[in-house]
Each structure stands twice: as C-alpha cells, then as structure tokens.
C-alpha cells in the first residue's frame, strides 16, 4: 500500500514539472498561447500532490476509530 501511495506522489512531481516545463518550452510546441494550458497542468500536478499528502496522513493514523472514541470519554 504504501508503494502506491509514493507513486501518486511521484505522478503529481512530473505532472508539475510537466506544466512547468511547458510554460518555459511550450510556445513551440503549442503555440503562441501556451500559458493557459501550462497552467492548467500544473494545477492539476498540485491537486495530485494534495491528494498523496491527505492520503498518506490517513495512512498513517496509529488510531482506530474505536480508541479514538473511547479516548475523548465517549463524547
């Protein structure tokens, strides 16, 4: 499980870095408006690296929900 988790991680580093090398590179690739989709890309290589950092925090938990509940007093 935790294999996967780091290649999320990793998805979302080359999708960034995608995004980025698009926005410097991009004009002859995709043309004179290339800023648009550049950003888009890396946007969504944040959202992925948001989603490894949620993920691996709820992984990562020690407590089951049953000591959580009786931890607090059972409020």
Request: net charge positive; with cysteine.
């Amino acid at each position: 499980m935790r294999k996967c988790i780091y290649a999320i991680l990793a998805l979302g580093v080359a999708v960034c870095l995608t995004g980025a090398a698009l926005m410097a590179f991009g004009e002859g690739l995709l043309g004179e408006n290339h800023a648009g989709i550049a950003t888009v890309i890396g946007i969504v290589g944040i959202g992925i690296v948001g989603t490894f950092a949620a993920t691996f925090a709820a992984t990562s938990s020690k407590r089951s929900p049953k000591e959580t509940k009786s931890s607090t007093g059972g409020v």
